[in-house]
């Protein structure tokens, strides 16, 4: 059977061309190098940038100060570079790097009580990187190992001292960071505030808010070789909010000798997403003391917890929340790897002492993260009441638990842990069993449907009188887990814990506690499978599987129904195309193919850009171009084949060259 064929035609011509640019009102220029005597107006042009105080006295709204390259203020002494002025909603002040050029900034941008401000580009090192002699992790610089293991419960009165034989390196870094603070981007009382695309270390903070600082994105920032990198601090006594309506979102955090990102202190309405952090000292993301409405979702935290003997008061997760937080949601994280050589935490994700400042209005919930090879529980909820741990995916935590009541998928510890809704979540292959319950079963609201992976007469679950071995055991002795499940999970790979297609999770979870959507956003059907992720059937890879994916009966037979060059809904879209467009088989849909220009070397290009199926065999997208809508060509280089994204092909002849040009796309299968 030759190839199906089918075209998509969409027309453009060079009427549409017309455009012009203008200078950018408002735009100044700033250098290391400057001379004092350069004037603010003459500042306009970049051959004659003015000094960085002189930016940041007279930069008002509206106006764009690019930094040129070079060093900036000192190594040695302190400088601020602190702007004199507000920008507005419609007009922000925005300090940048000249493009193409890297401004290095040994000093603090500290701003009190401005808005609508924004910062980019800058690469800010400040004077307290490691000392000699300093590692990255994952290495340990124990300075004196006669010290031996620290017992993490004695008093730091009297530990102190063995703390700063065991680790005189790493101390000193301690002291001269934290005792001497330094730092990178400060903002005090500040709202309206974007910082973006920065380089920082060697700061005590690299990114701070205080004093009530709102309406914040901090935003595909690098920050590393800080005491903690993104940070949010207020004084107890003060009663007041560290930062409020903030996103700090895609920064990348390592090597910081504390948190990545800590936003505690009354810090309330905070979205934390999509960050990746990794190889920091004692924790990766935090929220703590009386914060409220923090939603830490979609980060990728690895390698944590190398220093934790050195904590006052030791005991590290790679994301900590605790001390009275009202309206936390963790979800769709994946935490691995997180160490504790005091063997307290080291726990994938800790919910602590929540209850302990007064009673919370919303409890935490607990959903949808993968929590992989941690060396405590996967997740741990101390002394906190009313918690929802749902559809989380633990596997093989406590590799190198310590202490006997770590190492299993979730703990629910100690007496204060109360009516907990523990459901759908899957438990595979951690070292001492599924779940611990520190009290009774009988405290806890709801323990069902989740899937139990052990090994030969492994544990399944345990509390504070016996454990249990099997499912049935634990439901005669205990009511719970009636719909539970012990099996192995069935996961496509070692490490990918999408669930394979003979999974027993499939299915096997309640819809009664369900998130609407698994860990990469597929939605959960009226039976949600347990564990992160929801089964995706994998996609057909040729047309004729599509076809039978989609279509049933008679019309699956029929090719005036479900052929390649059928329309059945009347759409303007054939079979063929909704499966070459990854489109859905039946119902209204829009032309998922647009055009636009492209400009290169001074001259302006016709483009199409349209989706493409991520996976199949023998299918083809192959740009043509034509004059007269008669003859057709293959425009060289832009014939495509099935893949992750879209793609935008550019037409070969540039428009104004020829009375008319004309795009389409054509599409090819095999059977």
């Given amino acids: 059977m030759p190839p199906v064929r089918t075209t ?72 601020y570079y602190s702007p004199a002025q507000s920008g507005t ?28 401000l924004r910062f980019s580009g800058f690469t800010v090192r400040r004077n307290r990187m490691p000392p000699v002699g300093g590692q990255d992790m994952p290495a340990i610089i124990v300075d004196d190992p006669t010290v031996g293991p620290i017992n993490p419960y004695e008093s730091w009165t009297t530990r102190e001292a063995k703390v700063r034989r065991k680790y005189a390196t790493y101390m000193a870094w301690y002291d001269s960071i934290f005792n001497q603070w330094a730092g990178g981007f400060s903002f005090s009382g500040c709202a309206h505030i974007v910082v973006e695309r920065n380089n920082i270390s060697g700061c005590s903070a690299g990114i701070q808010f205080t004093n009530a600082s709102s309406f914040v994105t901090v935003a595909d920032n690098d ?78 935290v690895a390698h944590a917890g190398y220093y934790t003997e050195t904590m006052e008061w030791p005991g590290s997760s790679a994301l900590n929340a605790g001390f009275g937080i009202d309206g936390l949601v963790i979800e769709n994280n994946r935490a691995s790897f997180q160490l504790d050589p005091t063997g307290v ?149 070692p490490t990918d814990f999408h669930l394979a297609a003979t999974s027993p999770a499939i299915g096997a979870g309640s819809a009664a506690y369900a998130p609407p959507s698994g860990f990469d956003g597929t939605p959960r059907d009226a039976a949600p499978d347990i564990g992160a992720f929801e089964y995706v059937a994998p996609a057909p890879r040729t047309y004729a599987a599509w076809r039978s994916a989609n279509f049933t009966g008679t019309d699956l037979t029929s090719d005036a129904i479900s052929g390649p060059l059928a329309d059945p809904d009347a759409a303007g879209v054939t079979n063929l195309q909704r499966y070459a467009f990854a489109l859905p088989a039946r119902g209204p849909v829009a032309n998922p193919i647009t055009v636009g220009t492209a400009a290169s070397a001074g001259a302006s290009y016709l483009t199409l850009t349209f989706p493409r199926r991520a996976t199949a065999d023998g299918l083809t997208y192959t740009l043509e171009s034509s004059t007269d809508l008669v003859t057709w060509t293959t425009v060289e280089g832009h014939t495509s084949t099935a893949g992750t994204g879209p793609i935008t092909a550019q037409d070969a002849v540039a428009l104004g060259t020829t009375p008319r040009r004309f795009l389409r796309l054509r599409v090819t299968t095999s059977p």
Wanted: proline letters at 2%; charged letters at 15%.
């Fill in 223 to 300: 920050v590393h070789h800080c005491f903690v990198g993104i940070f949010s601090y207020e004084p107890e006594s003060t009663n007041r909010a560290s930062v409020t309506d903030a996103v700090v979102r895609g920064n990348y955090c390592t090597q910081n000798m504390d948190a990545g990102i800590s936003l505690s202190y009354r810090a309330s309405r905070i979205l934390v997403e999509g960050n990746r952090c990794e190889f920091n000292a004692i924790s990766h993301i935090s929220t703590h003391h009386r914060a409220s409405d923090v939603v830490i979702r979609g980060n990728t």
């Fill in 345 to 493: 935490d080291g726990n994938g994700i800790i919910v602590d002492t929540n209850d302990e400042l007064g009673a919370i209005a919303l409890p935490p919930i607990v959903r949808n993260n993968v929590l992989y090879r941690n060396q405590g529980s996967g997740i741990t909820v101390t002394r906190s009441a009313r918690c929802t741990i749902v559809n989380n995916t633990c596997v093989e935590n406590g590799y190198a638990a310590v202490d006997d009541f770590n190492g299993t998928g979730l703990r629910l510890s100690q007496s204060g842990t109360t009516a907990t809704i523990a459901a759908n979540n899957l438990f595979a292959g951690n070292s001492r069993g599924g779940l611990v319950v520190d009290g009774a079963f009988a405290a806890q609201w709801l323990i069902d449907h989740n899937l139990y992976e052990t090994t030969g007469a492994g544990i399944v679950a345990r509390d504070s009188v016996r454990s249990y071995t099997s499912l049935g055991a634990l439901y005669q002795a205990t009511g719970r887990e009636q719909h539970g499940v012990r099996a192995a999970a069935a996961f496509v790979g």
């Fill in 8 to 79: 998509t035609l969409l027309i453009y011509t060079s009427a549409f061309l017309g455009m012009t640019s203008t200078a950018v009102a408002g735009t100044y220029y700033a250098s290391a190098t400057a001379p004092s005597s350069v004037t603010w107006a003459q500042a306009q042009n970049s051959a004659t940038p003015c000094t960085v105080d002189r930016a940041m006295a007279n930069a008002a709204a509206g106006d764009t100060v690019y930094f040129r390259g070079g060093t900036y203020g000192s190594a040695t002494t302190t400088v």
């Fill in 89 to 116: 909603a419609t007009a922000e002040i925005h300090f940048t790097a000249y493009p193409g050029e890297t401004p290095l900034v040994q000093a603090e941008f500290s701003v009190r009580d401005k808005q609508w």
